[in-house]
């Protein structure tokens, strides 16, 4: 087995670790494992695998690979150090899943979040509302290069008002995800926008106007069937809306000026500030916001009829930290007027750790590094090398649970492959987006998957149907590719015929 490195800090930086004495069927025995016990887990708990079972499920993942490691010489050291660096990789997520818990609890004391269920209840009506989702959640998503941001942010006040207005909250929540991960995708801010390139060898710009090439039409396409699921929705059954609106007016003191957080966050982070200050600051804001516009509702969560230092001191701190449920007249709104805070966050982050540990121990006994190579062999037409990139990355969101992983590794085996096959880097690179950054979310082990989930409050599964754009971008990417539609050439090379592309 080769010598193993530290994985460091950087993804652009990680070396991928292989095993010579490791075959392709031992690689994928971990990976067979943990499909089986995992259908059977939710077979069993159904909706609740994601309380704590799924959790262990992968750890027990991780020791079926660590018994393949072990008969193929991988020390237990160098598993556990893999895992170490794994974990370590996913801090910033779980600083932002902490923050995001804290700031949901003061931004529902303070109003901000009935603000905009208010307002937004009034602009928007159920058939143009999912397709509105999209085009707001795209802006904000491309402003701040940041899925998880938007749905931190506009994603929780879109699937309140889409609840309020009785529509599917899976399908609120794939509207929402579907103009996240455009935005995320076409965004320079964005990581994994500047990750892609990189991992392939192109520049960012030339990377995002090739890439424009595919997520355009998809996102056209995603729109037109929002729009048609907008004409079809049955609201016959959906709430009185002004009943909901009189009964958030007796419960917060609504005002416009709330919506000054939410503005300074979003313009924060396109300043270029690091997400978890801007979270903080909006933290922060909305607990000096609640003070002032709803002094009743803070006292009364800090355990007095009237506000003091002490019943503020402990009414913010409670919404952030712990459960906070707001009473109203309609009981519609209760569920809905609800927060975990830092507290409600735990699992998720328990969910994201247990799946750094199986990543880390297939990664560690160069599981990852087999299977990739193994499908590029697989195939030997430029058509097949695409599908073949698609699905590694597909694979990598579900084995190793992180959607960088899903960049890094098949950017780094493939790009040798693309260019001994006469094709740009940026053909690569797109590839990887299409398939490697928008597919993680509906993996409900993926950090992504988890977060999004944990955040709308809304399960993996219920929005995987909806999230149109996040499972037709790879299907777009192989049209093109089987098709032969922009499939740009290294310079100097002729364009690839259709027959070349097919056979």
Not at 19 to 46: C, D, H, K, S
Not at 241 to 258: H, V
Not at 468 to 480: A, E, K, R
Request: proline residues 4%.
């Amino acid at each position: 087995m080769e010598s193993k490195d530290i994985k460091p800090q950087s993804p652009q930086d990680e070396q991928i670790i292989t095993n010579r004495e490791l075959n392709i069927w031992e690689a994928l025995i971990p990976v067979f494992a943990l499909i089986g016990m995992l259908a059977y887990n939710v077979f069993i708990y159904g909706d609740d695998a994601l309380s704590g079972s799924n959790q262990f499920i992968l750890l027990m993942g991780g020791a079926v690979a660590a018994i393949v490691g072990f008969f193929n010489k991988v020390s237990y050291d160098a598993m556990i150090e893999e895992v170490a660096q794994n974990v370590k990789s996913t801090t910033g997520a779980i600083l932002i899943l902490l923050f995001v818990g804290a700031l949901s609890g003061t931004w529902l004391i303070s109003g901000i979040i009935p603000s905009m269920i208010y307002y937004g209840l009034q602009i928007l009506n159920p058939t143009i509302f999912l397709a509105a989702c999209v085009v707001i959640c795209a802006i904000i998503s491309i402003a701040t290069g940041s899925s998880w941001t938007t749905s931190a942010t506009v994603g929780i006040a879109l699937i309140g008002i889409g609840d309020a207005l009785g529509i599917s909250l899976g399908m609120t929540a794939g509207a929402v995800l579907s103009g996240a991960y455009f935005g995320d995708k076409m965004s320079p801010l964005s990581d994994t926008t500047n990750l892609a390139p990189a991992m392939a060898g192109t520049d960012l710009f030339t990377h995002i106007r090739y890439m424009s090439l595919t997520t355009v039409p998809t996102i056209v396409i995603t729109l037109i069937l929002f729009i048609i699921l907008g004409f079809t929705i049955d609201t016959s059954g959906a709430p009185d809306t002004a009943g909901i609106l009189n009964s958030i007016e007796a419960s917060f003191n609504i005002s416009p000026w709330l919506f000054l957080v939410p503005v300074l966050v979003i313009f924060m982070i396109i300043r270029k500030t690091q997400p978890l200050i801007a979270l903080l600051v909006g933290t922060i804001l909305g607990g000096v916001f609640a003070i002032i516009f709803q002094p009743d509702i803070v006292a009364n969560i800090g355990g007095s009829n009237t506000l003091s230092f002490k019943s503020a001191y402990v009414g913010i701190m409670n919404s952030m930290t712990i459960d906070t449920a707001i009473e109203t007249t309609n009981p519609d709104l209760n569920d809905l007027f609800s927060a975990g805070g830092m507290a409600g966050m735990l699992g998720t982050i328990w969910l994201i750790v247990c799946a750094m540990v199986f990543g880390g121990v297939m990664e560690a006994i160069g599981a990852l590094s087999r299977i990739t190579e193994a499908l590029l062999k697989l195939f030997n037409t430029t058509f097949g090398l695409f599908a073949s990139t698609v699905t590694s990355c597909l694979a990598l969101n579900a084995t190793a649970s992180d959607q960088y992983l899903a960049i890094v590794v098949p950017g780094k085996m493939f790009a040798k492959a693309y260019k001994d096959k006469g094709l740009a880097p940026e053909n690569l690179s797109r590839t990887l987006e299409d398939s490697g950054t928008v597919t993680s979310v509906l993996i409900p082990w993926n950090t992504c998957g988890a977060y999004h989930s944990k955040v709308l409050g809304v399960d993996t599964f219920a929005f995987a149907g909806y999230a149109f754009f996040n499972y037709l971008s790879p299907f777009m990417t192989l049209l093109y590719a089987a098709l032969n539609i922009k499939i740009r050439q290294l310079s100097g090379q002729k364009e690839a015929r259709l027959e070349d592309i097919l056979s």
